[in-house]
């Protein structure tokens, strides 16, 4: 079964504009979920979408949204970008099954860097 | 919310050498707790992971973790490092029955160097 998918694999962009990563979760997984990793804040959730809702939302400003498709597919769009938007951002996904035990799988990133 | 820590920060072992990485976490409900690892150049990968029955896990590649609720602990073990082992490992956390099971809450991650 092919893993979670990311693309691009790498962007450069400058301040003030806007990005756009995608996510393509393993199949049959309904769940996507999106993560930043920098050296000084480490992993941090942003948010989760499920049955192309967002369910739930880490404390990130309203710059970060994103949105789910009807096959699960997963897209992510920070606007105005600051230079601390500079990070690897990461999509997992998972089934879920309908309890509280599900594993998130995650997918190579999308390095963003911002000039 | 919880909250994880990781404290040791850089770990480095010769081959053959034990490992343990601790991990405590900050939360006064049910949790599920997880260890990810990531090789360098590769991306998250689960090395174990702990919902609930018998405390000591076992995991890929060797590796086992014991999950102590007293003191809020799921440290990493492995009795005999590889070269290959040299990577940063993340415990995670996320917390059961309140509606938030895909927020996990990384700590900081120990990065691991062994030596030949």
């Known amino acids: 079964k092919a893993g979670v998918t990311q693309t691009p694999r790498y962007l450069i962009k400058t301040r003030g504009q806007q990005v756009t990563l995608s996510c393509s979760p393993i199949?049959?997984?309904?769940?996507v979920s999106w993560y930043q990793q920098t050296p000084g804040q480490g992993l941090q959730f942003l948010f989760e979408y499920f049955s192309e809702t967002q369910r739930n939302k880490g404390n990130f400003p309203g710059r970060f949204s994103g949105r789910q498709f009807s096959n699960s597919r997963s897209e992510m769009n920070v606007s105005t970008l600051e230079l601390g938007d500079s990070a690897l951002y990461l999509c997992?996904?998972?089934?879920?099954?309908?309890?509280?035990?599900?594993?998130?799988?995650f997918g190579p990133g999308t390095r963003l860097t911002v000039l | 919310a919880q909250s994880v820590s990781q404290h040791n920060h850089h770990v480095i072992l010769s081959e053959a050498a034990s490992l343990e990485l601790g991990c405590n976490y900050s939360?006064?409900?049910?949790?599920?707790l997880f260890w990810y690892v990531q090789y360098p150049g590769q991306h998250l990968q689960l090395l174990l992971k702990?919902?609930?029955?018998?405390?000591l896990v076992k995991g890929i590649k060797g590796f086992e973790a014991e999950f102590i609720k007293s003191k809020f602990s799921f440290n990493l073990r492995k009795p005999s490092v590889q070269w290959s082992d040299t990577a940063e490992y993340f415990c995670?956390?996320?917390?059961?029955?309140?509606?938030?099971?895909?927020?996990?809450?990384f700590g900081t991650g120990t990065r691991l160097q062994v030596t030949l």
């Open positions: 702990y919902f609930s029955g018998d405390p």
């Open positions: 939360y006064g409900g049910t949790v599920n």
């Open positions: 199949s049959g997984h309904r769940s």
């Open positions: 997992a996904s998972s089934l879920p099954s309908g309890g509280d035990t599900d594993t998130q799988y």
């Open positions: 995670a956390v996320n917390a059961q029955g309140t509606g938030t099971a895909s927020k996990l809450t």
